[in-house]
């Protein structure tokens, strides 16, 4: 059965340190992974997709197939960057996707 | 207004009232979903239309009732609800091919 999981509900660091968000799935086919991001009085949006490889506002995450992990990394947090972050996975035909719980990342000046 | 849209923003009912969900998108996208947000759990995916076909019934109950009568109109009917069904109700599309789902701002629904 597929599940997303996000261990951590709140991950709090100060501003200019570097942060990670845990994310580890399992899927019996070969999943696509996403996170997304919802900013206070914002509506839930992407933030980034694995099937493009890029990086977003400084944040990259990376497939790790052998883990089943796909954690989103940043060097040196902002304060903007505080909000709720949830990932997310597909299968390839994009028709159904599964949340993890999301993290609340709280970024202190 | 562009974006997915979502009516009303907060519904208050009781157990033994009908009342619908509304979601509109004029992006052009093929998809849209039924998500519940509950506090605390995991989005939960309720229902999925492809091309106005339901492709996903995530075990619902049939309490709630899904209706898509057009690509760009989503409708979740409700009736008979339970204290547990409150909770915030998402409507999302997806243009399938990118994989990105746009998300409305919800519909927060109170069961007393």
Redesign the interface.
């Known amino acids: 059965a597929q599940r997303?999981t996000q261990p951590e509900?709140l991950l709090s660091v100060f501003k200019g340190a570097p942060v990670e968000l845990k994310c580890n799935y399992s899927y019996s086919g070969s999943p696509?992974l996403?996170w997304?991001v919802q900013y206070s009085r914002q509506?839930?949006?992407?933030l980034l997709?694995h099937?493009s490889r890029e990086s977003i506002k400084g944040f990259t995450a990376d497939l790790n197939k052998g883990e089943t992990s796909f954690h989103l990394k940043k060097p040196f947090a902002q304060e903007e960057d505080s909000a709720m972050y949830?990932c997310a996975l597909?299968g390839s035909?994009?028709?159904?996707?599964?949340?993890?719980?999301?993290t609340k990342l709280n970024v202190k000046p | 207004e562009t974006g997915v849209t979502q009516t009303p923003r907060h519904l208050v009912m009781g157990m033994t009232n009908k009342k619908s969900l509304k979601c509109e998108q004029h992006l052009g996208h093929n998809a849209m979903y039924w998500y519940k947000q509950s506090a605390k759990k995991p989005l939960e995916l309720m229902f999925v239309y492809n091309f106005k076909e339901q492709t996903e019934n995530n075990s619902v109950p049939s309490r709630f009732s899904p209706e898509c009568p057009n690509s760009s109109h989503l409708f979740l009917h409700l009736h008979t609800l339970q204290p547990e069904d409150s909770a915030l109700y998402l409507c999302a599309s997806s243009p399938l091919a990118t994989g990105e789902l746009f998300f409305g701002e919800g519909s927060r629904l109170t069961v007393l």
């Open positions: 997303v509900k696509e996403f997304y509506r839930l949006q992407l997709r099937i949830y597909s035909n994009f028709n159904k996707f599964y949340f993890g719980s999301g």
